[in-house]
């Protein structure tokens, strides 16, 4: 759990996921295409990710992937990031924690 706290709060969006995962690569894209540029944890190909994965999900997050954290609070896995979106909260929370500027 201390890794994934650790990780989260070295950036103000941070994304795990795993490569193989749809979800994942969507979430992904939404960031980017909002302007972001979140630091993505693939947990497939760290060496500590099945450990990251159980951590991921004791805070909540099931399927463990993906898990958004932004300003280094876990916000949630793809369907809160997208409710958070559709209801435009998304976009001002990247802008809160200085992940975009605009």
């Known amino acids: 759990m201390d890794r994934v706290r650790d990780l989260a709060s070295k950036k ?3 994304i795990f996921t ?8 969507s979430i992904k894209t939404l960031f980017y295409e909002l302007g972001a540029s979140p630091a993505i944890h693939e947990l497939d190909h760290d060496p500590n ?4 994965e159980r951590a991921l999900r004791g805070l909540g997050c099931d399927p463990s992937v993906p898990a958004v954290f932004i300003g280094g609070r876990f916000v949630g896995s793809a369907k809160d990031v997208i409710s958070l979106h559709v209801d435009g909260s998304l976009k001002q929370m ?5 992940a975009i500027w605009f």
């Open 12 to 14: 103000a969006a941070v």
């Open 94 to 98: 990247l802008k809160d924690a200085k």
């Open 49 to 52: 990710g099945r450990d990251m």
């Open 18 to 25: 795993k490569s193989s995962c749809y979800m994942c690569y």
